[in-house]
């Protein structure tokens, strides 16, 4: 076997056994994300994630790349919906989970475009101030449909506002392995993973084909470029050349640094922080294999 995850056969499952140690859900793509024990898991993701979205007077999506003051609104999930607050000031505002306005419009994250709908004007005053960016916040319905890159995933897989697919998984070894060559070590806030694992070596997640987690099935179906997000301090938006510095002398291809495996799944449920992680079948394409430089 190429190097990256040592396993062998027993009956139909692939060894060592992981284990999922942390879960993120992040409602408001691109803003803070929230830990949780456990996480619904619907057609398009956990439920909440990335339902909601910020954009700009051209409906094109927003994140931290452009507005990177957007790391510091915190949210949490109340029963009146997500009570979003600006930790420069702590200053709260509540999105309802299901909008009152009847204002839809097609917005773009990437090259996708689909139907968002506008959760409301005084929503959007309070976070164009916050953020001192003209901006709108919008909600994807339940009727919206946002089809996965049909390159890499099965037709019938579809996601929220993420950048491209319903999960992003990273072994926490694979951090391990990135902090032993940093001079500070760094938290996996900077990847904003959905599901960490522990178990297994360094970049393990490389190679999951299909694993299952209870009666979900998720498959890898393509490494996560990384963007320059992760260079973003999440506590204090100072900005560095780490860690893609280093990640690009040995995870590097295709003129892509690569941390973490997109997924997409088969089923729905809830999973949970320590629930095993069974690895079914690897990935034997040459395009999940990465050789040091």
């Known amino acids: 076997m190429k190097d990256g995850f040592a396993a062998h056969q027993t009956g139909r499952y692939l060894y060592p056994m992981l284990q999922i140690s942390q879960l993120y859900i992040y409602p408001i793509k691109s803003m803070a994300g929230i830990s949780v024990s456990k996480a619904k898991v619907t057609d398009r993701g956990f439920e909440y994630d990335r339902r909601w979205m910020l954009v700009d007077a051209n409906n094109m999506f927003l994140s931290q790349r452009e507005v990177p003051e957007m790391a510091l609104m915190d949210v949490v999930i109340v029963a009146e919906g997500l009570q979003v607050s600006y930790r420069p000031d702590n200053s709260p505002v509540i999105v309802p989970l299901t909008p009152a306005t009847d204002e839809f419009a097609e917005v773009t994250v990437w090259d996708d475009t689909c139907?968002?709908?506008?959760?409301g004007a005084e929503i959007d005053r309070w976070f164009s101030t916050k953020l001192n960016t003209s901006c709108r916040l919008v909600?994807?319905?339940?009727?919206?449909?946002?089809?996965?890159?049909?390159?890499?995933?099965?037709?019938?897989s579809?996601?929220?506002?993420s950048d491209g697919y319903p999960f992003l998984i990273i072994g926490q070894a694979s951090l391990n392995d990135?902090?032993?060559?940093?001079?500070?070590?760094?938290?996996?806030?900077?990847f904003r993973p959905n599901i960490v694992f522990t178990g297994g070596e360094p970049f393990g997640e490389d190679l999951m084909h299909t694993f299952t987690v209870g009666d979900i099935e998720f498959r890898g179906v393509k490494l996560c470029a990384r963007c320059p997000i992760p260079t973003i301090d999440q506590q204090t938006l100072e900005r560095g050349k780490e860690p893609l510095k280093t990640l690009a002398r040995y995870r590097f291809k295709d003129n892509k640094i690569l941390f973490g495996q997109n997924l997409v799944h088969n089923g729905r449920g809830n999973i949970a922080v320590g629930d095993e992680l069974q690895v079914k079948q690897l990935n034997h394409e040459e395009r999940f294999f990465i050789s040091a430089r």
Do not use: C, H, W
């Open 178 to 190: 990135l902090n032993s060559r940093l001079g500070e070590p760094i938290p996996m806030n900077r």
């Open 158 to 161: 579809i996601t929220s506002f």
């Open 139 to 156: 909600y994807m319905p339940d009727g919206t449909k946002r089809i996965t890159d049909q390159r890499y995933a099965p037709e019938n």
């Open 115 to 119: 139907t968002g709908q506008f959760v």
